[in-house]
């Protein structure tokens, strides 16, 4: 039986009212309430009302509200009463499966390169080392540990193929073409949008509506849009309403505002607690190397190190993904996401529960790149709590999505059934073409998509695009954008003959301008 | 053969012969250029990419037509060579403050207190004494790439520097104040060759003559507090093009970099010579150099990073006291300068950046570098050249009244120049600079704007 929307509306406002009944705001609410009880327009007659006036007038409400719009964003809405708890992490039996048989080859990967290597998961610095990285701690990009040995746990490509055998068991799937399969990589039934439910979806990117990085460009009098643009961005600011901010960053984020509105949306307020955990994270970091350190040194200096602008920013990934590591409080993602912490024993209590630990403590194990999803922030955050806090929640909402197998619409999958269908539907020709040459066109966009096109568009397009990835809370824009270079470069797509060329021809992103590509694919194709 | 019209006549010239003393982006740019030819050995030319000594040896036994045109000033060292320039802007201070008051002359304040040394090392001691703990560079006048140049924090590590082997050797005696531990010179004569300077103002011919046998260094204030982005140092190329000095006319460049120490910084490590210099040629040879990472970013994404920390508000601050910069610098030198309307020049000025978002000038080079360190460099150098030639227009297709030509802005014009509508139009509402220094550069399109169908 479908939920009716009551029982599903108080069962979110329960889900809401338990999680946030923990947490710092709360005590902070409390504490604000009982010292309101000093001021005289408190009158003991008609306290309800007046605590909540003032409440309401110092600000708090606001903040309590944000704190809601925040739940509301990252967890999905309840399933029926009846449902256990996978469901919530993914609905689909066969979905489960695929990630957890995926999951149990990341973690051979790991364990053999452990004993192929004799180093132990986990092990506590000796006292000289812990002093040593302590004064080191700012620039541990000049350590030069040798990594010859360490591999990356998995690459995109990897996953790839993962992906391209998933398979709905209920779903008639004969190896024989026919016009059940599907002409691209992926070959499971999920629900993707079409374009018109797109441009729907995406109403703000119209032609008639303005946006920063379209309406903001050189040829354009800032009096059209650019100017009122940045005036109801501070006005938001000032506000401090977070979903109004999610709905103005549609639009794009003006760079001077961009910190501020990304930290309200994300509800990230960096206070004395959180510098306070983030500290802890770091004497953590101290005390214990992690086998999965190697793993993220090595990750930074194969990618970020080599980029031509994000190299600047060594150190300050180290500081946050050393921390991610041993942050515990990721945990709590498993809970929507389809993907299981990989579970360790104490040595000699293999299997016994009590000595069971998450490994790496925040359940992530790192691949190939993903110290991409840190180093654009690090153009807007440099105080290392805020930029470790904003990370974390763009992980927790977005990034691991990217990385595990679900049905969800935002999940990679999804993303991928989403890409080529675009794609099909609208160039069919093209796609027909880069099928028939071995091209075929998720092999080249996929690494794209994965990475949330970090490393492969120019940093301030590539922040224009996570406006709005925040703005809508999809990460279905990736699989748009993907599907909208490919229209870009059709004409040269048209004329290559093999896989490497095709990849020559989409090699070098760095020039695109995202909003308008968005745009004109959107809005301005014949459909 | 008839030589060709020169421009002003207003016919298009037919064919411009080049001479060309380097090789890299300048050469191919200069072959490419349609209608231009490379002069064989003895042939006459139309314009020459020259190097500094050529200038030195031939320009003043030279002649010239009147539509020749050659890339240096035949004094370009007044602003080149840093004892020169500290001088000069010293006196343009002066000058200031006598004329409009000392809030003007404070406008001159973008270079850190330096002196001559030996010839001002009293003034330099008194200096010193001021400040005690503050640190100190000692720079060689002439050398570039970041040769030779240290940092000190005592007098005695002068001393030291004196008696190493390091230094180009003075060949006299240096007699020691051995209480304080500081040089005393000895009577100095005009003709000594050891000290070349003395106080009197021979200073100028003198130099010239023995600048390889002499070395002059200079004393500077460190700046002890750059702008740091990811823990690391760097500092600002930014392009200036003049073509004449009276009246001074000078374009800015809109592109530019940031050039990026390879290690972080602190003011531990003094002797780390690799860290404090951010001279490309120097950490080339630092040993973590990759020279596939380029420690270089373009300055437009300098500008946007500096934006989303700071806001537009200061950003603007910061660009409009870096025109500043430009402006002065060439203000102090334009009446010393030889004016010579066959001379145009292409500066490479150094920039740093304090932490509180104040430039310095560090110093300003008369032969920037052209050699192109990646894919990126090779074309904006590449198009840095071919504006600099639309600019000097030997093919006589400007009218003269262009605020902006490619890549390049007017920034002086015999007086400050505005943004927005054509040269000489009355300034109506408030005044903005035509600086466009780390914005967009859509020279492409604009030079097509400019010269219709004619090859950009």
Known sequence: AMLDQDSGLSLTIARIVQRLKGSSLHSQLERQARVSLHKPEIKLESLKEDIKDFLKTSGWEKKLQNAVYSELNVFPSPCHPAAPPEHMKEPLAYMRKAQGSWEKRILKSLNSMCTELSIPLAQKRPASEQKELLNKWNEMGTDEPDLSLFRPVYAPKDFLEVLMNLRNPNYENGEQPSFRNHLGLIQVPLKVKDIPELKEDFSELGLNIGQLGIDDSAQVPPEFFENEHVRIGQKVLAEQDSAAAQQYVRQGCPTALRADLWALILNISNQPEDILYYEQLKSNVIQHDLLVDSLIYKDVKLTASNDDYYFVFEDYLYQVLLCFSRDTSVLEHFTYSSATPPKSYIRGKLGIEEYAVFYPPNGVIPFHGFSMYVAPLCFLYHEPSKLYQIFREMYVRFFFRLHSISSHPSGIVSLCLLFETLLQTHLPQLFYHLREIGAQPLRISFKWMVRAFSGYLATDQLLLLWDRILGYNSLEILAVLAAAVFAFRAVNLMEVTSLAAAEAVLADLSTLKVMPLLQIFLFATVT | ?456
């Open chain 2, 1 to 456: 053969a008839p030589l060709p019209p020169p421009p002003s006549s207003g016919r298009p010239r037919a064919c411009v012969r080049f001479k060309c003393g380097l090789s890299g982006p300048v050469l191919d740019v200069l072959r490419c250029r349609p209608g231009w030819q490379q002069a064989r050995d003895e042939e006459e030319w139309d314009f020459f990419w020259c190097d500094v000594s050529w200038l030195r040896e031939n320009f003043d036994h030279t002649y010239m037509e009147d539509h020749v045109r050659i890339c240096h000033f035949r004094n370009h060292y007044e602003l080149s060579r840093k004892n020169y320039l500290v001088k000069n802007l010293k006196r343009f201070r002066r000058q200031l403050e006598r004329e409009a008051g000392k809030l003007e002359a404070a406008k001159c304040d973008f270079f850190p207190k330096t002196f001559e040394m030996p010839s001002e090392y009293r003034l330099f001691v008194e200096e010193f004494r001021k400040k005690p703990g503050v640190t100190w560079i000692m720079k060689p006048v002439g050398r570039s790439q970041g040769k030779g140049i240290f940092l000190f924090r005592k007098l005695k590590d002068i001393v030291d520097w004196k008696k190493s082997d390091n230094r180009v050797p003075y060949s006299g005696s240096f007699p020691m104040d051995t209480l304080s531990g500081i040089w005393l010179p000895e009577k100095l004569s005009v003709f000594s060759p050891s000290f070349p300077y003395t106080t009197l103002k021979g200073v100028t011919a003198y130099e010239q003559k023995d600048e390889t046998q002499i070395e002059t260094y200079v004393a500077q204030q460190y700046i002890e507090n750059p702008y740091l982005i990811g823990g690391r140092k760097f500092d600002l190329r930014v392009y200036i093009l003049v073509t004449s000095y009276i009246p001074l006319k000078a374009w800015l460049y809109r592109d530019g970099f940031a050039r990026f120490s390879n290690t972080r910084f602190t003011l531990n490590s003094i002797d780390d010579h690799y860290v404090h210099l951010t001279n490309v040629a120097v950490q080339k040879t630092a040993p973590d150099y990759d020279p596939e990472k380029g420690c270089k970013w373009m300055i437009q994404q300098l500008r946007q990073h500096l934006t989303a920390k700071h806001g537009a508000g200061a950003v603007a601050v910061l660009f409009a006291d870096m025109d500043n910069i430009f402006i002065k610098s060439l203000q102090s030198v334009q009446k010393v300068i030889i004016s010579d309307k066959h001379c145009f020049e292409l500066y490479g000025y150094d920039i740093l950046i304090d932490r509180d978002l104040k430039p310095w000038l560090l110093e300003i080079n008369a032969s920037p570098s052209l050699a192109a360190s990646s894919q990126e460099d090779y074309e904006l150098k590449c198009h840095l050249l071919k504006d600099t030639l639309h600019i000097v227009d030997m093919e006589g297709r400007l009218s003269g009244k262009e605020k902006r030509v490619g890549g390049f802005d007017l920034i002086w014009n015999d007086g400050p120049v505005s943004r927005g509508g054509n040269l000489g139009d009355p300034v109506t509402g408030n005044f903005v600079a035509n600086t466009h220094l780390g914005c967009f550069n859509d020279r492409k399109k604009q030079l097509r704007e400019l010269f219709g169908s004619l090859p950009a």
